[in-house]
T-cell receptor
């Protein structure tokens, strides 16, 4: 069946360090993946996406890596800031349906 | 552009009552979806639509109905509310099934 899961439910990092959030997916047919950030009391906010024909995509301070061989995604946040504290979800998008993983809570210590 | 607008923001229902959660978008998006999010959990897909007149079930459709008579609106109906439906509900829309934009959510409590 379709499912997306995360390895770590919580991650605590020091301000200024780099953060890495991991995600495993199970649907080999998925060709598009998205990372979302959700702050407390708000809806998910789009961060970055990647198509299955790419291995890496960079944005502003964020990088997404895709390893199709082991069906693994990661989100790297450079120079993590207090404003990055939130829950991060990966999602896959087969056939127009957005399927979310459980989420990882990122806590940034000053 | 208002984006994705959900109403109401908060609602308390008694078991057995019915209600409709409203969702409207002004971005001419074809794809729209409803999710529920329980405490400490991810978002689970309830129903989705790929265009006006077309809807389909997601992961957890039981107890919910939807219709899509216009491109702009995608209401979610609870016919007979149950305590298990206490959750935060999010509506989302997308132009091309990618990069969904989410509303701010409706917090529903069923007592």
């Amino acid at each position: 069946g379709e499912s997306v899961g995360l390895h770590l439910p919580t991650l605590s990092v020091q301000e200024g360090d780099n953060s890495i959030i991991n995600c495993a997916y199970s649907n080999s047919a998925s060709d598009y993946f998205i990372w979302y950030k959700q702050e407390s009391g708000k809806g998910p906010q789009f961060i970055i996406d990647i198509r299955s024909n790419m291995d890496k995509r960079q944005g502003q301070r964020v990088t997404v890596l895709l390893n199709k061989t082991v069906k693994h995604l990661s989100l790297q946040i450079a120079a993590t800031q207090p404003g990055d504290s939130a829950v991060y979800f990966c999602a896959e998008n087969p056939s127009g349906k957005l399927i979310f993983g459980q989420g990882t809570e990122l806590s940034v210590k000053p | 552009n208002a984006g994705v607008t959900q109403t109401p923001k908060f609602q308390v229902l008694k078991t057995g009552q019915s209600m409709t959660l409203q969702c409207a978008q002004d971005m001419n998006h074809e794809y729209m979806s409803w999710y529920r999010q329980d405490p400490g959990m991810g978002l689970r897909l309830i129903h989705y639509s790929v265009g006006a007149g077309i809807t389909d079930q997601g992961e957890v459709p039981n107890g919910y109905n939807v219709s899509r008579s216009t491109t702009e609106d995608f209401p979610l109906r609870l016919l007979s509310a149950a305590p298990s439906q206490t959750s935060v509900y999010f509506c989302a829309s997308s132009y091309n099934r990618e990069g969904y934009t989410f509303g701010s959510g409706t917090r529903l409590t069923v007592v």
